[in-house]
């Protein structure tokens, strides 16, 4: 049987999680320029939807994770009160289920949100009720994540770390600690860890994304965390020659052992420079590894991605089967911040169904889908 490359379609069509996706970083740019005229900000280069896009795409594709960061200072200055979060919030779950995504966790920092007088459960309450809304309309479920930020003090990142805390079963995932790693160490905000575990609640972490394995591990075993976004440079603490992975550092080991999942995000580590480009990233060797990875898509408006644009280029660049992109999908349930039978739902209603139709096309087709997972390596 001949392997064919998939088509826009088939994988737009795939059922799909993302679960490292910034909300102030994924707003429409013909969204933005209806913000900004609304407010009469006068910050933006042009009120041309096209154009705007690709301003802010050249603007994050520099190589550097602080340049890539300015661009959200346009999008911050215009989400700040509860109606145009609600919007943003609301178009981000259409926009993520037409682009065949089934359960997302969006992050965002709610401080960058209060400068016009809304409060931390203000912001918190009109991205939840935005994500209701486009629960009932487009049939996908998402959760928050509150990021705390690495710049600033541990007392902030406590205070939001209560504030998740109280917002845990009320559509709040988890807890996050974002931005430039360099100088800002996670152990810094141990004391909002502390809270977070203490409620039971779950961590991400940024980390070796800008940063070595020292920042993945500080994060693993100093901060708790339950998962990485990124960990691109874990690729430090393994021996990888003539294309093939020859030794683990312990580190490595650990996060294949403990099934650490990995958020992966291709597009935006080449945008920031944690990697020089797509075919020296690590990706292809974690997944086929058996590491617990994930691929999303971090910024979708800097990056000028969408989770069907990552899941082509995994698929042209490493040659990635329908098989292993249902790994992704799978790992990503697994790796979810939700509830354990909710999961299990998602995975057996949703997900599963999606591929066998899909190998099923394909089969009509004469095209080679790779095997099907069994039910164990589903359940893993
Ligand atoms: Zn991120």
Redesign the pocket.
Known sequence: MPTGPLDLDLLRRLPKVSL?D?LDGSVRPATLIELASQCNYDGLPTTDADELGTWFFRGADRGSLALYLEGFTHTIALLQDAEALERVAYEYAEDLAADGVVYSEVRFAPLFHTREGLGLDGVLAAVLRGLKRGKEDFRIESRVIVCALRSESAEISSRLADLTTSWLDRGVAGFDL?GEEAGHPPKDHLDAFHTIKRANGSITI?AGEGFGPESIWQALQYCGAHRI?HGTRLMEDMAIWEGKVIRLGRLARFVLDHRVPLEMCLSSNVHTGAVPDLTSHPFPHFLREGFRVTINT?NRLMSGTTMTQEYLLAHQEYGLSLSELERLAVNGINAAFHDYWERRRILHERIVPGYVAAREELAELGMEAGPSLSHGDKEA
């Open positions: 490292h910034h974002a940024h976004g971090d």
